[in-house]
């Protein structure tokens, strides 16, 4: 079973010459105890392309040291990865590919990289013992995975040394320890001030493909961002095009969705919730922007969106729903509270969960996924872009947001008009999707159109909220008809889940008083107008 450590650290280099500095005595350094010399052999996995290391991402069968095993870094933030860990085996953990399939789809993994390590590791201490911080001086030898060469040969393709060796310092927290980052700035000081400098590579893999000869250009270097078949002429300077401000857009919600797909598995907070919106706004500039992005193409891609949006929400509108009514039952007075209504609420969302956790990820390792996968790579290899991208971008996207809101409007002024009850609420729901088709529309082109689209965006979002808190307090009343229901038939009485339904009718009778003011504000010609370029 894979466990998970938080490696937060700072690399450097340093001459074979230059002398490690005294670290006791700096920050809450009390004692540096050696803590002797390891071993480590490291065999490093990737595509034959590269396509972990393009995201800076590590996959290692490492033995040796005390943590032998299989490792996967995956990047958090600057100096900050999560490495995830699986015990030795020959071939590299299903619980591990799993989390890299969203890059790797499906190519063989393959060894490239060798890295033999001597290193010397010192253990920073606080006056208590505490430990606070861990040095390792490392020596490393890299080599090209199955090539048994002499450093400085040159390797089979005659591009480079097959080998190369280099000096490196790592300074990592320890875990629940007592450092952070203001000793990591103390320790970086006192080793600038003995000559060692910071890490040019961000990993010792990315060093050892540089310097062995095997670092490949990334896909899309050498083309500029959005290029394909009509993008980009007459440009002028990039960004200019609508192709350029659409792809930007589309770029950095498949980056989302990829990038998320390893936090979904491991059941990270909110990454579910953040994985659905990237489909949702993917899906929505596939809708929006059909001048720029071929429908015929992007519309196939748009239907499995929203399957995977689904499959996402199945457990995620669960969580969001017995948040919401386990907040409304906390409101009310103890003496309103008849009945195990706690206990009934929490078995009702708990017999939802079963199996929830189970379907979502054999959809992410079932062949539908993979193949949308593979479609948006391709997307982004070779965009549909019609003639419209080619035009200045402020008139085609600002074009695009307006047809949306004038959609919107329509659904606005019928929802208004209905008459409350069921009709009013669908009407309601209708609008709340066309407001956040038009809120997303306007974001993808804040680029082109600058603060009006902003502003824009800011009163649309408003609005998509207040719809949106109606809308759950409608399926809230669903749910707690059920659960009234439930509490009958077992003789426990309904009168709390009747008094949480009267509430939830008022919050949305609340919504709808609201929303025409809103409404009003939204539609002012002045905001809209300032779209236009």
Request: glycine residues 8%.
């Amino acid at each position: 079973m894979a466990d998970t450590v938080r490696e937060i650290e700072r690399k450097y280099e340093a001459d074979d010459d230059t002398q490690l500095p005294d670290l006791a005595g700096i920050d809450r350094v009390a004692t540096v105890v050696e803590q002797g010399v390891e071993v480590l052999d490291a065999l490093y996995y990737d595509t034959a392309d590269q396509r972990l290391a393009a995201d800076g991402i590590t996959l290692r069968r490492r033995t040796g040291g005390k943590d032998a095993g299989w490792h996967l870094k995956l990047p958090v933030a600057p100096g900050v990865r999560d490495e995830v860990r699986a015990p030795l085996s020959d071939t590299p953990p299903a619980e591990l590919t799993a989390l890299v399939r969203s890059r790797v789809l499906d190519q063989e993994l393959i060894p490239l990289i060798r890295l033999r390590t001597r290193r010397t590791v010192r253990l920073l201490q606080d006056a208590a013992g505490a430990p606070l911080a861990e040095v390792a001086e490392d020596a490393v030898r890299a080599r090209r995975a199955g090539e048994a060469v002499e450093a400085g040969e040159a390797g089979e393709s005659g591009e480079g040394p097959a080998e190369a060796r280099w000096r490196e310092i790592e300074v990592e927290l320890i875990e629940d320890g007592g450092g952070d980052a203001a000793l990591l700035d103390e320790v970086g000081r006192a080793l600038a001030a003995a000559g060692v400098r910071p890490a040019a590579a961000a990993s010792k893999l990315a060093r050892a493909l540089a310097e062995t000869g095997l670092e490949r250009a990334r896909p899309g270097e050498g083309r500029a961002k959005g290029s394909g078949k009509g993008a980009g002429k007459g440009a002028g300077k990039a960004g200019r095009t609508a192709g350029d401000v659409v792809l930007r857009y589309v770029r950095e919600q498949v980056r989302v969705i990829i990038e998320l797909d390893p936090a979904v598995r491991r059941d990270l907070p909110d990454s579910v919730h953040q994985m659905r919106v990237a489909t949702r706004r993917l899906r929505s500039a596939f809708r929006s922007y059909t001048k720029v992005l071929d429908r015929a193409v992007t519309e196939p891609i748009g239907i499995e969106l929203k399957w995977l949006a689904a499959e996402l929400g199945v457990d995620r509108d669960r969580e969001v729903l017995t948040e919401r009514l386990r907040a409304g039952l906390a409101e009310l007075p103890r003496t309103l509270r008849l009945g195990p209504v706690a206990a009934r609420l929490r078995i009702w969302s708990e017999r939802r969960r079963a199996g929830s956790r189970g379907r979502l990820l054999a959809v992410l390792d079932g062949p539908r996924y993979l193949s949308l996968l593979k479609t948006l790579h391709a997307l982004l290899e070779a965009p549909p872009l019609r003639k419209a991208a080619t035009r200045p971008a402020p008139e085609v996207v600002a074009q695009a947001v307006l047809k949306d809101y004038r959609r919107l409007a329509r659904r606005m002024e019928t929802a208004l008009d209905t008459p409350a009850g069921q009709a009013r609420d669908e009407a309601l729901h209708g609008a709340r999707k066309a407001a956040k088709r038009t809120r997303y529309a306007a974001e993808a082109a804040c680029p082109a159109l600058g603060r009006p689209a902003k502003r824009f965006a800011r009163w649309t979002k408003r609005v998509q909220q207040l719809l949106g808190d109606h809308q759950d307090s409608v399926v809230a009343r669903g749910a707690l008809r059920e659960l009234a229901t439930q509490a009958q038939q077992a003789g426990e009485g309904g009168f709390t889940f009747g008094l949480l339904y009267g509430r939830e009718e008022a919050r949305a009778a609340d919504r709808e008083r609201e929303l025409p003011g809103v409404w009003k504000k939204v539609s002012r010609r002045k905001n809209w107008a300032a779209l236009q370029p």
